[in-house]
């Protein structure tokens, strides 16, 4: 059968190619792409800042390569030895092999989890809620954890999301984007701090007691965890300086970092966190972080309806990508479809034709 893609092939530049697929392997899936996740942490790969650098995925090695991991569809065929997924089953998970901007793609049968009947297909996006619960395993956050959340994006939604339904409370959120701290608000943050007209550092340090807790208490003890979602230097130097001190506080990095010149300075000294890298590579069982997933996927945790916000074709990929770095119009989270009718007519999507 052939398969149409989207590979990159210069920064910036993407083109539709096509291949050819004669048969798959014994233990491999093939799905039909219903939707697949635009991926921030794919900005610098497409800009062409990645490509072919040493320690980056065989994916970005090399023009022309592949993008798009967060793929949701239907199963039309399955490897004579795949036991646990069917052919016509609604599916999502984490595919890597080849670009998931596709009308198909192959993966083996153990990156994918069956979604319920009851999950609009284009909401259902299992790498992201995969890399969510990779953070908060690695974090390990306890009912009575103080947490900051740095960004006001897709995923840092989706953490505050899943921590409350764990009955985690005390989260501040901390971004430059009134409308996406509502959403955060909504969601359950306890306090949203809008950097760009606030120090967010002082916000916290003269309420984190009161506002948090209704009472007050030293600022010496700080917060347990702070949660980068941006991939500044200067979120980093921030959440370290929000750590309490000297209790192996966590300090957790989930973005791409620039090779920006940045010091830590004393905080590192003086607070000596707990520096927690928590991309989906380092998680310490894959399996078992896509499976509570899924589950709270299954369960409707994530409140995907309010965020996923605009879908892009074949056509318009380019245009998938600027939106998504501009953030404009009530861009939230974008994402690429082969074929607008399997959207659901009463979902809040943006079709961008």
Same mark, same amino acid.
């Given at each position: 059968?052939?398969?149409? %893609?989207?590979?990159?092939?210069?920064?910036?530049?993407?083109?539709?190619?096509?291949?050819?697929?004669?048969?798959?392997?014994?233990?491999?899936?093939?799905?039909?792409?219903?939707?697949?996740?635009?991926? =921030?942490?794919?900005?610098?790969?497409?800009?062409?800042?990645?490509?072919?650098?040493?320690?980056?995925? /065989?994916?970005?090695?090399?023009?022309?390569?592949?993008?798009?991991?967060?793929?949701?569809?239907?199963?039309?065929?399955?490897?004579?030895?795949?036991?646990?997924?069917?052919?016509?089953?609604?599916?999502?998970?984490?595919?890597?092999?080849?670009?998931?901007?596709?009308?198909?793609?192959?993966?083996?049968?153990?990156?994918?989890?069956?979604?319920?009947?009851?999950?609009?297909?284009?909401?259902?996006?299992?790498?992201?809620?995969?890399?969510?619960?990779?953070?908060?395993?690695?974090?390990?956050?306890?009912?009575?954890?103080?947490?900051?959340?740095?960004?006001?994006?897709?995923?840092?939604?989706?953490?505050?999301?899943?921590?409350?339904?764990?009955?985690?409370?005390?989260?501040?959120?901390?971004?430059?984007?009134?409308?996406?701290?509502?959403?955060?608000?909504?969601?359950?943050?306890?306090?949203?701090?809008?950097?760009?007209? %606030?120090? =967010?550092?002082?916000?916290?340090?003269?309420?984190?007691?009161?506002?948090?807790?209704?009472?007050? %208490?030293?600022?010496?003890?700080?917060?347990?965890?702070?949660?980068?979602?941006?991939?500044?230097?200067?979120?980093?130097?921030?959440?370290?300086?929000?750590?309490? =001190?000297?209790?192996?506080?966590?300090?957790?990095?989930?973005? /791409?970092?620039?090779?920006?010149?940045?010091? #830590?300075?004393?905080?590192?000294?003086?607070?000596? =966190?707990?520096?927690?890298?928590?991309?989906?590579?380092?998680?310490?069982?894959?399996?078992?972080? #896509?499976?509570?997933?899924?589950?709270?996927?299954?369960?409707?945790?994530?409140?995907?309806?309010?965020?996923?916000?605009?879908?892009?074709? /074949?056509?318009?990929?380019?245009?998938?990508?600027?939106?998504?770095?501009?953030?404009?119009?009530?861009?939230?989270?974008?994402?690429?479809?082969?074929?607008?009718?399997?959207?659901?007519?009463?979902?809040?999507?943006?079709?961008?034709?």
């Amino acid at each position: 059968m052939e398969i149409r %893609e989207i590979l990159l092939v210069g920064p910036k530049t993407l083109k539709e190619s096509k291949y050819e697929l004669n048969k798959i392997k014994s233990h491999d899936v093939l799905v039909k792409v219903a939707v697949c996740g635009v991926c =921030p942490t794919e900005f610098p790969v497409y800009e062409g800042l990645t490509i072919g650098k040493p320690g980056v995925s /065989f994916r970005y090695n090399k023009y022309p390569c592949f993008l798009g991991h967060e793929v949701s569809g239907v199963v039309i065929d399955v490897g004579k030895k795949v036991k646990t997924i069917s052919i016509g089953d609604r599916v999502s998970g984490i595919p890597y092999t080849r670009s998931g901007f596709s009308t198909h793609v192959v993966e083996h049968e153990k990156y994918w989890r069956r979604i319920n009947e009851s999950i609009n297909i284009e909401y259902a996006l299992g790498e992201p809620v995969l890399c969510v619960e990779n953070i908060i395993n690695r974090s390990q956050p306890t009912p009575n954890s103080k947490i900051a959340i740095i960004g006001d994006g897709f995923i840092s939604f989706l953490i505050i999301s899943s921590l409350i339904s764990m009955g985690i409370r005390n989260i501040i959120l901390i971004g430059h984007h009134d409308s996406r701290l509502k959403i955060g608000k909504t969601i359950g943050a306890d306090i949203t701090i809008n950097s760009n007209k %606030e120090d =967010p550092y002082w916000v916290i340090r003269n309420h984190i007691g009161e506002n948090l807790e209704g009472e007050s %208490e030293p600022w010496l003890l700080g917060l347990d965890i702070v949660i980068d979602t941006t991939g500044s230097m200067s979120a980093l130097q921030l959440g370290a300086s929000l750590l309490k =001190p000297k209790q192996r506080a966590k300090l957790v990095l989930t973005g /791409f970092y620039s090779e920006e010149p940045f010091s #830590l300075g004393h905080y590192l000294v003086n607070r000596g =966190p707990e520096i927690v890298v928590a991309f989906p590579s380092q998680s310490l069982d894959i399996q078992t972080d #896509l499976n509570i997933a899924m589950n709270k996927m299954n369960r409707n945790i994530y409140p995907m309806e309010k965020l996923v916000s605009h879908a892009f074709s /074949f056509n318009n990929i380019n245009d998938a990508f600027r939106m998504a770095k501009e953030r404009e119009n009530g861009y939230v989270k974008g994402v690429f479809c082969p074929d607008f009718d399997v959207l659901k007519e009463n979902n809040s999507i943006k079709i961008v034709k």
